[in-house]
Structures are given as C-alpha cells and as structure tokens.
C-alpha cells in the first residue's frame, strides 16, 4: 500500500475497499516443511501441527539423518497428508519425479532445521536425496533455520556456505539463536522457536520474501511506560507492547536494522529474538533513549503508550494507605510530547509514524491529532472495538498521511497491519539507503547491517 498513490479517501469521498489480506495470512498456504539432520527436528511437529490448525496444506519431506530423530508417522497425522521419504523420491507408479512435484506443489517452503549437511548440499547444487533435489527443483521463497553445535556453526566451511546462501534469492534466513543446546553447550546454534518460524512464515506470506528495507535503519518504541507515584504503585496503561514488536519483527525480515524502545512487555520473548532492544521503564527513560538514537534512523515508528502524568517529585518510600487520596489529585506534572519532540529534533529526509488511541468517534478525533503532532503518518486506532486495541492480536483503523489522505484499515492480524505501515512508510521519500550488501549475512542472519561496527 503506498499511501500517495491513488486508493486513499479525499476528504468527504467515498471510502475505498481497504487492501488487506485474508483473516489468517497462512490459511489456505501450501507450505512445504523440509527437515534434516538435527536433533531440533523434534521440535517440527509443533510446527506441522500449528500450520495444519491454522488452515495452510502442510506437507513434510525428510533427509534420512531426520527420519531417525524425528517420527514421518506423527508428521504425516499432524500434516494430514503423507510424509516424504527418500525411497519415495523414485517410483514406477509415479507420473513424475516426487521432488519435482513437491516443489511445483509449494507456495511456501520451511527448511529446517537446517544441517550443515544439506547446507552444503544445497550450496554446492548437489541433487542427492529427496530434500536436496527439492530444493534446487524450487521455485517459492525458502525460509530458512539452521540448528547445529556452536562450534559447527562457526566451523569455516559452513560460515562460508551460510554467507553463500545469503546471495540466493526467495532465501529468507533466521538464523539460530544464543541458548542452551542438546549437546549440553551453551552458545550459538539452536533453532529459532516454532513460535518465530510461524511469525516469519506468515511474514513471508504477507509480503514475501525481498528485503525492501535492507540498507534502512527503523527505530521504534512500544510497549506502555510507568510513572512512580512511590516504590509500590505507579501509573500505566494496558498496552502489551505486541503491535510494535510485530512491526520491528516485520521489517527485521524485510531487511531494516531494527532498533526497539520498549516499556514493560507482556508478548512471548520469543518474539524479541532479532531485534536490538532498549529496555525502559519510565517516559523520561524512553526519551533518553530516544534522542540517542534518532539521528542514525531512516525512519521512526512512535507506538509506544507513554503514561500521560509523572510525579513532580519522586518519593523513595511507600505511602500509607490513608495518604494516598492527596497524592493522588496532586503533585503531578504532564509528561513531555515524546513523539513532539522527535518531529522538532528530525534530521532531514527522516520520516514519523506515530499511532493514535481513541474511543468512540476515531477519524475527527485522529485528524485533530495529526494537524497537532506534525508527523508524516499517523495510525489511528480505536481501543474500545473487539479486533482492535490494547492486547487484541488484530488491529484496524485508519492511516492518516500527507495531503489530507486518509486509508482505511480494516480489522485484520497485527502483523498484516505492520506490513501495512510498514509499506507506507517505505512509500514515502526516505534517505537513500545505506550501501549495505541486501544479503550480506550478520551474526543472526536476518538483519546484515546490525553486524556494522
Ligand atoms: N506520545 C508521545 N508522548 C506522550 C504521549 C504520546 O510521544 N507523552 C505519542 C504516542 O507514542 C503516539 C502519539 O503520541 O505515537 C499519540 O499518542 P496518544 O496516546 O494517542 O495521544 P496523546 O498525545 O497522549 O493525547 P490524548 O491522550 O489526549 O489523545
């Protein structure tokens, strides 16, 4: 969606239908889950079974080192189809070759975990075995999630052979996380979670596998923030956070640096994986953070929920229950415009999104509020709608943009709003980017400019 083009509602017209994608991004999706050697294969039926649950065709084709970790019959149940096998590969009651047919079949595909095996198979052409020749046989994005012992992973050969890989088109890496792994070593190379490669395939879904955003630094807050009234009590709101950290995660995949400014979260930690946080806990806090990092910023997307009032003075002891009615209707300040601030401090070319609250009427209320912040895009969202607001995994609303447009979003998964924005913003004259290499490999794969000193 770019939000110049034609498609957004002149004030007084009739609105268009919004472009959005379907309910669940991976219903309907035929992903195929290509697993090898490693012993997180045992995590994939997790996997296989939240995509079936969901709505995607699943189907799984395994390597022969996977079919002794993990079982092709309970991949076959939780597919709902049959499982692949390498003797499966050739048959004289096939019409064709079931690697051709697998990858022809595919509008997704999941490799992982990837070995260092059939990473070297794969970068070197090697059409050997089922899972091999698929891969080479395939035409839809691949995303990709090694799992190996750390000093395997760091082993030269396959530091090579990863880079490679990133040179490859329709490859979407997510690389293996810090952690504890089977072999008892603490260190790099255990897989992304299942949760991560369900969230990284709806993303490919989404918007598919090009890195649009490479060579781009985004800066984002989320999250609510707190405000003392003394140790034991404090002034917040319901935020969870999940909106923005989906947008981070978002243009993480599409290739931006992605730093993130975040409250207290209540999202699983397993959708922080990848990012550069920057943990915080009062609106002072965020702003410090903040100004530091505005001027390296392509782009900078303000969906934190930062608490309206701070105490004019802090108190280090808790107050007694009977003191609370005066401290509560006194002694307190507003809390400075965060997103005011940002706008007054922009370098040239930098761009703003920020997010608007509201219930009732939304629109004349998010109008008023865009003339006021000065920002190039304003979302507006209401938070008392069922799809939409504070802890809902859908959002709807409307983006507000430059030449009095206004866009229609109707109710849809997080996610698909952020790729939403996020296309937005893109659409808007930024900075040239970055001359980094789009598929230059960084220690966790997904985004290469965050490996820059
Ligand atoms: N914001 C900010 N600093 C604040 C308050 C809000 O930067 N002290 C930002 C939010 O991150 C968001 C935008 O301003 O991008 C609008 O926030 P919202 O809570 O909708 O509005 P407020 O500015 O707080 O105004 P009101 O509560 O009166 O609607």
Redesign the pocket.
């Known amino acids: 969606m770019r939000i110049e083009s034609g498609g957004g509602t002149e004030p007084g017209g009739a609105a268009p239908a919004p472009l959005l994608p379907p309910a669940d991004p991976l219903a309907g999706q035929r992903v195929l889950v290509l697993i090898s050697g490693s012993i997180a294969a045992v995590k994939l039926p997790l996997v296989v079974s939240a995509l079936a649950a969901r709505g995607a065709e699943v189907r799984c084709a395994l390597t022969p080192s996977a079919e002794r970790l993990v079982s092709p019959v309970a991949l076959a149940s939780l597919a709902r189809r049959p499982c692949a096998l390498d003797d499966d590969q050739w048959s004289h009651q096939a019409a064709r070759p079931l690697h051709i047919e697998l990858a022809e079949w595919a509008d997704l595909v999941l490799l992982a975990p990837l070995s260092a095996t059939t990473l070297g198979r794969w970068v070197h052409g090697l059409a050997d075995g089922l899972v091999a020749s698929t891969l080479l046989a395939c035409e839809a994005p691949v995303l990709v999630a090694p799992a190996m012992n750390t000093a395997m992973w760091e082993a030269v050969p396959v530091r090579r052979n990863w880079q490679a890989l990133q040179t490859f088109e329709r490859v979407v890496p997510v690389a293996p996380a810090h952690g504890l792994l089977a072999c008892d070593r603490r260190g790099e190379g255990r897989m992304a979670e299942p949760e991560r490669l369900l969230l990284a395939l709806e993303s490919l879904a989404l918007h598919g596998w090009r890195r649009d955003w490479a060579g781009r630094r985004l800066l984002v807050?989320t999250g609510p923030t707190r405000e003392f009234l003394d140790p034991a009590r404090c002034l917040t709101n319901p935020s969870t956070g999940r909106m923005g950290v989906l947008l981070a995660q978002a243009a993480l995949q599409r290739g931006a640096t992605v730093d993130v400014v975040h409250g207290p979260l209540t999202v699983d930690p397993v959708l922080l994986e990848g990012l550069r946080r920057h943990p915080v806990v009062t609106?002072a806090e965020m702003e410090r953070q903040l100004v530091d990092l505005q001027p390296a910023a392509d782009a900078i997307v303000?969906?934190?929920?930062?608490a309206?009032h701070r105490r004019v003075e802090a108190r280090l002891d808790k107050l007694p229950k009977q003191d609370l009615q005066p401290a509560l209707s006194g002694g307190w300040e507003p809390?400075?415009?965060?997103?005011?601030g940002l706008v007054a401090r922009r370098p040239a070319g930098q761009r703003i999104l920020?997010?608007?609250?509201?219930s009732g009427d939304v629109l004349p209320?998010a109008r008023a509020?865009f003339a006021r912040?000065g920002c190039d895009l304003l979302f507006a969202n209401p938070i008392d709608q069922p799809a939409a607001g504070f802890g809902s995994p859908f959002n709807q609303g409307w983006l507000l943009g430059p030449g009095e447009r206004i866009e229609p979003i109707a109710p849809a998964p997080k996610l698909a709003v952020a790729h939403l924005l996020l296309d937005a913003l893109a659409g808007l004259p930024l900075r040239p980017p970055a001359a980094a290499p789009p598929h230059r490999p960084a220690a966790d794969g997904m985004h290469p400019a965050a490996a820059d000193p």
């Open positions: 807050s609106a303000m969906a934190a929920a930062v309206d809390v400075p415009d965060l997103l005011a920020g997010f608007a609250a509201h209320q509020k912040k």
